[in-house]
Each structure stands twice: as C-alpha cells, then as structure tokens.
C-alpha cells in the first residue's frame, strides 16, 4: 500500500505572499501537496468537492487549511463558520494565517473555532521563518482527529 502525502490546503489571494508561502514549504522539506484556492468561495467549494472540485474525493481532507481572513467573494471568517458546523469539516484544523493586527479578528477567529492565529510579519525573513515552523508542526508534528 502507497503512502500519500496529506495535502495542505493554501487559501491566498495575495500572489507574493503564496510564492513566499510555497517556496518555503518546499525549502524546510514540508512533503505535502499544497493545492492553492484564492478566494472564500473557493475554498469552499473544494472542501465540500462541489462546482470546480466536484471530481475531487470528499473523505481527502487536508491535513491544515492555512486560511486567509481578507479574501474575495467571501471572507475568511465566513468560510471558517461554515466548516465549524458541518459534521464532514467542524474538527478540520484551521490556520487562520493573515496580516490583519486587528484584536477583534483575532478573538472573531478563535470564537468561530480557528485553531491558532498567525500574523504575517511584513519582514519577509521572519514571515518565513513563521510559515516554516506551521508547515513542519502542521504536517509532521500535529495528529489530526481521525489519524491512527
């Protein structure tokens, strides 16, 4: 039997901050797949393996969804209150990985059942050394509810 990989799913819509993102993952060693979605809509979409997705295998979770808060058609709050309550998505791991310095996002996420919280720095060095760290804890540290 093949191992696969879990895959991380990367909800970006800032295009330097995905490159920085996935090169980094790729620097520390991270094995994970890394699908990219850059909207609210489309992050549902392919966790539910609807519209877009709807080829993709319902029960292939990511490992981590790395979300973040200011997104395109919905926001990044949104999109985590809709995984919390559904059955198929409420113990998914959510990062929500985001620039915004403000303490009401911060309590907003973790009130809708974020998992950590995570501002990017603006230096780039230390926003590597951040995303670094979350991609080792998150896919080789971390145990997932329903891992044996």
């Keep these: 039997m093949k191992l696969v990989a879990k895959t991380i799913l990367l ?11 996935l090169r980094t993952l790729r620097k520390v060693n991270v094995a994970n797949r890394v699908d990219v979605v850059r909207d609210g809509q489309q992050a ?19 490992v ?13 709050l949104e999109v985590l209150a809709r995984l919390r309550v ?3 998505t409420r113990l998914l791991p959510v990062v929500i990985l985001t620039s915004s310095d403000e303490d009401r996002d911060r309590l907003k996420s973790y009130e809708t059942g974020a998992n950590s919280f995570v501002r990017k720095p603006v230096d780039f060095a230390l926003f590597a050394e951040i995303v670094a760290r979350l991609g080792i804890y998150w896919s080789a540290t971390n145990v997932p509810p329903g891992s044996s």
């Design 11 to 21: 909800v970006e819509d800032n295009h330097q901050d995905e490159t920085l993102i």
């Design 64 to 76: 981590v969804v790395l979300l973040d808060i200011n997104l395109p058609r919905i926001d990044g």
């Design 86 to 88: 559904d059955p198929r």
């Design 44 to 62: 549902l979409d392919y966790l539910f393996c609807e519209r877009e997705f709807a080829g993709r295998e319902a029960t292939d979770l990511p």
